[in-house]
């Protein structure tokens, strides 16, 4: 895990994020690449966080 904090440390994550993130154990290669190409760490994380508190319903049928 320390490798993994070090790294997003380095790649501009915020401390607790970061501490969060390599506990989590999110892709940090995923992670990486998107901040390298420019997307903030912040959002970076939500793209590659688990959706497990995402409830996902459909949409209402027309007719």
């Not at 790649?11 to 903030?40: I, K, M, N, W, Y």
Request: aromatic residues 4%; contains cysteine.
């Amino acid at each position: 895990m320390e490798w993994r904090l070090c790294r997003l440390r380095e790649a501009g994550f915020p401390p607790g994020l970061a501490e969060s993130l390599a506990r989590q154990g999110v892709d940090l290669h995923g992670l990486l690449e998107l901040v390298d190409t420019g997307c903030p760490p912040e959002l970076a994380a939500r793209i590659l966080s688990p959706l497990d508190d995402i409830v996902v319903t459909e949409p209402p049928r027309a007719g």
